[in-house]
């Protein structure tokens, strides 16, 4: 098994940056590609970012590309989601998953999932 626990959230103004963090216990971080997804009131569940195994790619949706960055450091067992120029349709709960699988994105292709932390931006 392994346990999954993001923090970092909070609120924000429209423009302003956060930082979320995930960290990783129980099994081999490194093994694991990561992933951030994220899911408003009312709306499905919906992919954000997701790093490699070792850190080299990276993959954004569109809705967040150049203004998200992904990056994990794999001797500290955590995965990070750096957020920028933030809008107030970004607020939601944001998930950190791990995958086995490298290259996939979807929610069922999952082993892992955290219980997100709550992110509000404000205009």
């Known amino acids: 098994q392994l346990q999954l626990v993001e923090s970092g959230g909070g609120v924000v103004q429209a423009g302003g940056s956060l930082r979320l963090s995930c960290a990783a216990s129980g099994r081999t971080f490194s093994t694991y590609a990561m992933n951030w997804f994220r899911q408003a009131p009312g709306k499905e569940r919906e992919f954000v970012a997701y790093?490699?195994?070792?850190?080299?790619?990276?993959y954004y949706a569109v809705s967040v590309k150049g203004r998200f960055r992904i990056s994990r450091d794999n001797a500290e067992n955590t995965a990070y989601l750096q957020m920028n120029s933030l809008k107030p349709e970004d607020t939601a709960v944001y998930y950190c998953?791990?995958?086995?699988?490298?290259?996939?994105?979807?929610?069922?292709?999952?082993?892992?999932w955290g219980k997100g932390t709550l992110v509000t931006v404000s205009s």
């Open positions: 790093v490699s195994r070792s850190g080299g790619s990276t």
């Open positions: 998953a791990a995958s086995l699988v490298a290259g996939q994105t979807s929610t069922s292709s999952m082993n892992y």
